[in-house]
T-cell receptor, first 115, second 115 residues
Framework: TQLLEQSPQFLSIQEGENLTVYCNSS?????LQWYRQEPGEGPVLLVT?????EVKKLKRLTFQFGDARKDSSLHITAAQPGDTGLYLC???????????????FGKGTKLSVKP | EAQVTQNPRYLITVTGKKLTVTCSQN?????MSWYRQDPGLGLRQIYY???????DKGDVPEGYKVSRKEKRNFPLILESPSPNQTSLYFC??????????????FGPGTRLLVL
């Protein structure tokens, strides 16, 4: 069974601070996605990383895929209250599950950024 | 506007009373799926469909049924709901489910309470 462990589970910080969220697994994934979910809404895709060691930037957010494609991190620089939400990582399942398309989600990191 | 719609958004029902949650997408996507989201457990896949008339079980299929008679619709059926099916449900779709970089679009969620 493929599992994704996210840490920390909760994070409360002040505006302007930096933070990093981690997503780890003992399994290799074809790719990994990061989503952000706001209360009362469905998750929205932020980024997909595919290649081991890949780094992608989205404004103040930096996403990295581990060299072995088993882990990923999300770093936010100078967090703002608008960054508040639930951040989810999701690995694309391996072919042995019968479908390359199924996503395996971590349990999420609930981020609160206080003004 | 590309979107996934779900109805109803909120539902209170009683044990054993059959219900259907509808899901529709306007992006001509082949792949659709249903998730449930519970505190501490994250997003778990219930069923998915790779195309019309092709459905398969996800990680937590017990107590649920689905059908895919048309490409755009993927209803979730609870034949005899029980309190442990109280949850937040999300429908999602993506282009084909066969590549590693597709964007998965989520509906706004259906909050179900089974008394």
């Amino acid at each position: 069974t493929q599992l994704l462990e996210q840490s920390p589970q909760f994070l409360s910080i002040q505006e302007g601070e930096n933070l990093t969220v981690y997503c780890n697994s003992s399994s290799v994934f074809s790719s990994l996605q990061w989503y952000r979910q706001e209360p009362g809404e469905g998750p929205v895709l932020l980024v997909t990383v595919v290649t081991g060691g890949e780094v992608k930037k989205l404004k103040r957010l930096t996403f990295q895929f581990g060299d072995a494609r088993k882990d990923s991190s999300l770093h936010i620089t100078a967090a703002q209250p608008g960054d508040t939400g639930l951040y989810l990582c999701a690995g694309v399942g391996s072919p042995y599950r019968g479908s390359q398309g199924n996503l395996i989600f971590g349990k999420g990191t609930k981020l609160s950024v206080k003004p | 506007e590309a979107q996934v719609t779900q109805n109803p958004r909120y539902l209170i029902t009683v044990t054993g009373k059959k219900l259907t949650v509808t899901c529709s997408q306007n992006m001509n996507h082949e792949y659709m799926s249903w998730y449930r989201q519970d505190p501490g457990l994250g997003l778990r896949q219930i069923y998915y469909s790779m195309n019309v008339e092709v459905t398969d079980k996800g990680d937590v299929p017990e107590g649920y049924k689905v059908s895919r008679k048309e490409k755009r619709n993927f209803p979730l059926i609870l034949e005899s709901p029980s309190p442990n099916q109280t949850s937040l449900y999300f429908c999602a779709s993506r282009s084909s489910g066969r590549t590693y970089q597709e964007t998965q679009y989520f509906g706004p969620g259906t909050r179900l309470l089974v008394l």
